[in-house]
């Protein structure tokens, strides 16, 4: 899952970058409304997490234009004004929810979890296809009861194809949601970290869960 974190408060956004990274998400950062907003339309966010008070454009805006998108990303707007006002104008102008600074990295992580979640039809957390299964909250991922251990990026790309099972991936969705903007689009990285799943995943097991859709991309199902 790729986030967005648009801050103007450089210590909170790293702050907050480092620690989704080591829940295995993808994550970009941008320092104020213009920037933020131009990442958010050349790139498909799955969450934006969005200060409300930014220079250049402020979160309230920044929120209305993303609501235009077509692909609409959640948004999770963080903001130090604690004020009734503030919470309704931005859960009208479109944020799935709201938190107020300051907020310790715990509570955003279990608000990210609620909102991504409520996104989906998916009443569990757990992620099953066929035998494997993923606990994102345990970081736990088995195929047939057997633990299988991952890197972070394996992990997140592993994620990503099981909360779309049965969906032709291309190359080019999968550089945008596992990846950041660092991703080199010149590279093969994605053919080489399937191919490290697949040893992971598929080897030894009769029934292969990662299926290659040629000239296309790549889909897991039973
Ligand atoms: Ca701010």
Redesign the pocket.
Known sequence: MRILVI???KKVASFIKRGLEEENFSVDTAYDGVQGQYLAEINDYDLVIL????PGKDGLEVCRELRQKETKPLILMLT?KDTVEDRIKGLNIGADDYLVKPFIFEELLARIRAILRRGKPIVSLRLEVGDLVMDPVKHQVTRGGKEIHLTSKEYALLEYLMRHPGDVLTRTKLSEHVWDNDFDTFTNIIDVYINYLRNKIDRGFDKKLIHTVRGVGYMIKA
Not at 51 to 54: A, E, G, N, T
Request: charged share 50%.
């Open positions: 801050e103007d408060e200060d409300l008070m930014l130090a």
